[in-house]
């Protein structure tokens, strides 16, 4: 659709120049999209490629090279078949000379039938030789995209849609599959059997035959290319109404709770609905258009297969050719019909498969906007300080965030950091982590900038529970082992009772096999903290962020958590991130960060004396019954 000031835009346009309808606009714009498909499908071809001659896999080549034999020897089989076929029917008709007399109608018959099984034989060994070449390039490419997806910033994540993520890549992993196998055994085969025949008709026949079959076989390319051409932009839309729908529903089920909180089944069903209209009505004109295209498809290989069968008909009866002759132009023409049927379906395919990889590839482009700097050696954390020098950050540069803030919180220490909401608190859990990098000053970790060292070792050297620990569906044991990896059974029993969860552990009927659930939902927020601290504690970092660890529970569950947290922080630098004072009133230290600025800083008693900002907070949240 042309933008609304097009007219105008038309009429400032050059004397003799006219004006573009939108029709005119709208065809502009596609052969621009077909065009940008097109540069993106060689580059994905391009990608592609290495998957299939890798210079440090020789037995990959190996393969590829005898499967190509096997393709071509299977073709040469193929276009021989028909010439036995004819010498069978001359012999049978009298009319055989030479090797036909010598073999014997019967003698043929079976050699027909052995070429005929000798063809599919080396079709199914190309096949055979091939499909760990392509497995192994599937499961390389399926790897590459999900490591490349973690390495992804959470910026990038918290901005896309999880079931569109999902089905990029599950449309993307299937294109590489249907490309290799369709591309390199499809296309290429069907080439090479097209020049044969075309050859053969050529120096056994006549021109004509020559000019009908390569007249035919060019109408019936163009014709559907053009029209596939056209179905990949409905086939384009269908898509994008497929993902949207699939978005809707994973999104509807992840929020199951909220769905029934609400009374929202009807809402929800009627979004979905709505994806799905959309999606049908672009699905119906898919199929019309497969109609169309098959149809003229049809048309135009019976007509070339009438022509060329009524001059050999002319020639049988001129005296010119045998029986076996018309048989065998027969069976060569239903030879490339077969082939030709499937091009307009093989040729959409493949058109689709290098969209869908081009998204996939989109995405393996994307870079992430937090990266190792080149040769960044591993964090080395001698006591665990960590210092705050002068950071701004904000997610929008419009909008900063942390504004010039300076901490230094000792080895071994215990520092809260408290505010009201928007106030930066949470931000600077996430530079330590290094979701996000600093916009201005450093953050430093036993002197080291954490821009400058690898993000493995910096992940490695802090532990995090969050508000709302989220639990992989699978069990305790699996979740509590997931602090480290390759712990034994015994290590995450000794976490399990230093977060006091093993006694309700070994209550449960399966114990530490129980299935927790999706996002761990059958288990109450503070069980699944203290499954998140078990972790943490197994994980045994030398620096602990507490983020809003206990906010998310009541009272009672937050206070019994408390002991467990003091415990975790036993010889470590913790970093504690709370909204909720009382939680916070034994650390060495408190920072009071408001609009981005820190305000005031001491202990709790000292803070409270000085009855500034800390102790107004205090006093809101004991009047209103927050403390506990």
């Known amino acids: 659709m042309p933008p609304a000031n097009s007219g105008a835009a038309d009429r400032r346009a050059a004397p003799g120049q006219g004006t573009k309808t939108s029709a005119a606009l709208g065809a502009e714009e596609a052969a621009r999209s077909d065009a940008r498909e097109r540069a993106s499908g060689w580059r994905t071809v391009r990608r592609v490629s290495p998957w299939l001659?890798?210079?440090?896999?020789?037995?990959?080549?190996?393969?590829?090279?005898?499967?190509?034999?096997?393709?071509?020897?299977?073709?040469?089989?193929?276009?021989?078949?028909?010439?036995?076929?004819?010498?069978?029917?001359?012999?049978?008709?009298?009319?055989?000379?030479?090797?036909?007399?010598?073999?014997?109608?019967?003698?043929?018959?079976?050699?027909?039938?052995?070429?005929?099984?000798?063809?599919?034989?080396?079709?199914?060994?190309?096949?055979?030789?091939?499909?760990?070449?392509?497995?192994?390039?599937?499961?390389?490419?399926?790897?590459?995209?999900?490591?490349?997806?973690?390495?992804?910033?959470?910026?990038?994540?918290?901005?896309?849609?999880?079931?569109?993520?999902?089905?990029?890549?599950?449309?993307?992993?299937?294109?590489?599959?249907?490309?290799?196998?369709?591309?390199?055994?499809?296309?290429?085969?069907?080439?090479?059997?097209?020049?044969?025949?075309?050859?053969?008709?050529?120096?056994?026949?006549?021109?004509?035959?020559?000019?009908?079959?390569?007249?035919?076989?060019?109408?019936?390319?163009?014709?559907?290319?053009?029209?596939?051409?056209?179905?990949?932009?409905?086939?384009?839309?269908?898509?994008?109404?497929?993902?949207?729908?699939?978005?809707?529903?994973?999104?509807?089920?992840?929020?199951?709770?909220?769905?029934?909180?609400?009374?929202?089944?009807?809402?929800?069903?009627?979004?979905?609905?709505?994806?799905?209209?959309?999606?049908e009505v672009a699905a119906v004109k898919t199929n019309y258009s497969l109609a169309f295209l098959n149809f003229g498809q049809a048309f135009l290989i019976t007509a070339g297969l009438v022509v060329v069968m009524v001059l050999a008909a002319l020639g049988v009866q001129n005296g010119d050719l045998t029986v076996g002759d018309f048989v065998m132009v027969n069976a060569y023409m239903i030879q490339i019909t077969m082939p030709l049927n499937f091009l307009g379906t093989v040729y959409r395919e493949i058109r689709q498969s290098l969209v869908d990889m081009g998204e996939m590839f989109d995405l393996l482009d994307q870079p992430p906007d937090v990266r190792d700097a080149p040769d960044a050696p591993p964090l080395k954390v001698t006591g665990g300080a960590v210092a705050l020098d002068r950071v701004s950050f904000g997610y929008d540069p419009a909008r900063p965030i942390?504004?010039?803030?300076?901490?230094?919180?000792?080895?071994?220490?215990?520092?809260?950091?408290?505010?009201?909401?928007?106030?930066?608190?949470?931000?600077?859990?996430?530079?330590?982590?290094?979701?996000?990098?600093?916009?201005?000053?450093?953050?430093?970790?036993?002197?080291?900038?954490?821009?400058?060292?690898?993000?493995?070792?910096?992940?490695?050297?802090?532990?995090?529970?969050p508000q709302d620990t989220v639990l992989f569906n699978d069990t305790i044991a699996y979740n509590i082992a997931y602090g480290r990896e390759g712990a034994s059974r015994a290590e995450v029993e000794a976490a399990a009772k230093a977060a006091r969860i093993h006694d309700f552990i070994t209550s449960l009927p399966d114990g530490y096999d129980t299935t927790v659930g999706e996002r761990g939902l059958k288990l109450s927020g503070g069980e699944k903290q203290r499954v998140g601290i078990a972790r943490t504690l197994l994980k045994n970092p030398p620096i602990l962020l507490l983020d809003e660890a206990t906010s998310a529970l009541d009272t009672q569950t937050e206070q019994s958590i408390q002991d467990e947290l003091r415990a975790a922080g036993q010889g470590r630098t913790v970093l504690t991130i709370a909204h909720r004072l009382s939680t916070v009133v034994d650390a060495d230290r408190i920072v009071v960060l408001e609009a981005g600025r820190i305000v005031e800083e001491g202990t709790h008693a000292n803070l409270l004396a000085r009855g500034e900002k800390y102790a107004a907070m205090w006093n809101r949240q004991r009047a209103e019954g927050a403390l506990g």
Request: charged residues 20%; aromatic residues 10%; proline residues 2%.
């Open 53 to 279: 001659w890798p210079d440090d896999q020789p037995w990959v080549k190996r393969r590829v090279v005898a499967a190509l034999v096997m393709l071509v020897l299977a073709k040469l089989v193929a276009v021989g078949t028909p010439m036995i076929y004819k010498g069978a029917v001359d012999a049978l008709a009298g009319d055989g000379t030479g090797w036909m007399l010598a073999m014997g109608a019967v003698g043929l018959t079976v050699a027909y039938g052995m070429a005929r099984l000798m063809s599919v034989g080396f079709q199914e060994l190309r096949n055979a030789l091939f499909t760990r070449v392509g497995q192994r390039a599937l499961r390389m490419i399926a790897l590459e995209t999900f490591e490349h997806i973690h390495r992804l910033s959470l910026r990038y994540h918290i901005t896309r849609k999880t079931g569109g993520l999902s089905r990029i890549i599950e449309r993307g992993v299937k294109g590489v599959d249907f490309l290799l196998r369709f591309l390199l055994f499809s296309i290429f085969p069907l080439l090479l059997e097209l020049a044969l025949i075309a050859l053969i008709f050529f120096l056994l026949f006549d021109v004509w035959y020559l000019a009908t079959v390569v007249g035919t076989i060019a109408l019936y390319v163009w014709f559907t290319f053009r029209v596939t051409e056209w179905r990949v932009r409905q086939r384009r839309e269908m898509n994008a109404q497929d993902t949207d729908a699939n978005q809707k529903a994973i999104d509807s089920l992840l929020n199951f709770e909220t769905v029934k909180y609400f009374n929202a089944e009807g809402m929800e069903a009627r979004r979905y609905d709505s994806a799905m209209a959309k999606y």
């Open 402 to 465: 942390l504004r010039d803030v300076s901490l230094r919180i000792g080895a071994g220490e215990t520092v809260a950091i408290v505010g009201p909401s928007g106030s930066g608190k949470s931000t600077i859990g996430r530079l330590l982590f290094r979701f996000y990098d600093v916009t201005g000053g450093a953050l430093r970790i036993d002197g080291q900038d954490v821009r400058d060292v690898t993000l493995s070792s910096l992940h490695g050297a802090i532990g995090v529970v």
